[in-house]
Nanobody
């Protein structure tokens, strides 16, 4: 069983920054890939970034490349999403999710945290 708890959302002005945190509780965290997803009102949920918990490898959606950075602190079992140069279109509920390294589907989800970017 994997438990994920997000924090760090809020209201920020355009071109500002926020850092989201995802606390990961799992028996073997290194066996999981952790991803950040977002869902804006009326839109499909989309993946924003992902990181393998063992050997470092990252993925970014084209829409956030160069602005967002995903990282992990193994000792704290925490995955971060640093969001810079935020735009109003980044407004969404952001979710942390996890999946076994060998699996395509994300099985475990956090409760979500709201990010609102004002223009």
């Amino acid at each position: 069983q994997v438990r994920l708890v997000e924090s760090g959302g809020g209201l920020v002005q355009a071109v500002g920054s926020l850092r989201l945190s995802c606390s990961v509780s799992a028996r073997s965290p290194s066996n999981y890939v952790v991803g950040w997803f977002r869902q804006a009102p009326g839109q499909e949920r989309e993946i924003v970034a992902a990181i393998a918990y063992g050997p470092s490898s990252t993925y970014y959606a084209d829409s956030v490349k160069g602005r967002f950075s995903i990282s992990r602190h193994n000792a704290l079992n925490t995955v971060y999403l640093q969001m810079n140069s935020l735009k109003p279109e980044d407004t969404a509920v952001y979710y942390c999710a996890a999946k076994p390294r060998t699996q395509k589907q994300y099985d475990y989800w956090g409760q979500g945290t709201q990010v609102t970017v004002s223009s």
